[in-house]
């Protein structure tokens, strides 16, 4: 048996819905649902402080393992672009030859 009944709590202002569940004559619970409804600008100040706080969290490179992390994917780049330029410059002399 499942009653629901709907009560405006004044402390909060808020509609909640009650809900008891009884099995048997002893054994009942009360289950409280709380339902609101929330503004499309407070979801997104929700959003925009929620990101804030992640961002917050993240370890930023300092200026020294910033240029150290640039030289090194330069570094990476360049020598990649020329492995990969003489494989191709050995591929069009092999078929030359056939």
Same mark, same amino acid.
């Given at each position: ?5 709907? @009560? *405006?709590? #004044?402390? /909060? &202002? $808020?509609?909640?819905?009650? %809900? +008891?569940?009884? @099995? *048997?004559? #002893?054994? /009942? &619970? $009360?289950?409280?649902?709380? %339902? +609101?409804?929330?503004?499309?600008? #407070? ?15 993240v370890k930023w490179p300092s200026k020294k393992e910033m240029i150290k992390y640039s030289i090194a994917t330069i570094g990476f780049v360049i020598f990649f ?18």
């Amino acid at each position: 048996m499942v009653k629901e009944t709907k @009560k *405006t709590n #004044k402390s /909060t &202002k $808020k509609n909640v819905k009650t %809900k +008891t569940v009884s @099995k *048997t004559k #002893k054994n /009942t &619970k $009360k289950v409280e649902i709380k %339902k +609101t409804k929330v503004g499309m600008f #407070k979801k997104l100040s929700n959003w925009i402080k929620s990101v804030v706080k992640e961002v917050s969290k993240v370890k930023w490179p300092s200026k020294k393992e910033m240029i150290k992390y640039s030289i090194a994917t330069i570094g990476f780049v360049i020598f990649f672009a020329l492995f990969f330029y003489v494989i191709e410059l050995l591929m069009a002399f092999f078929k030359s030859l056939v």
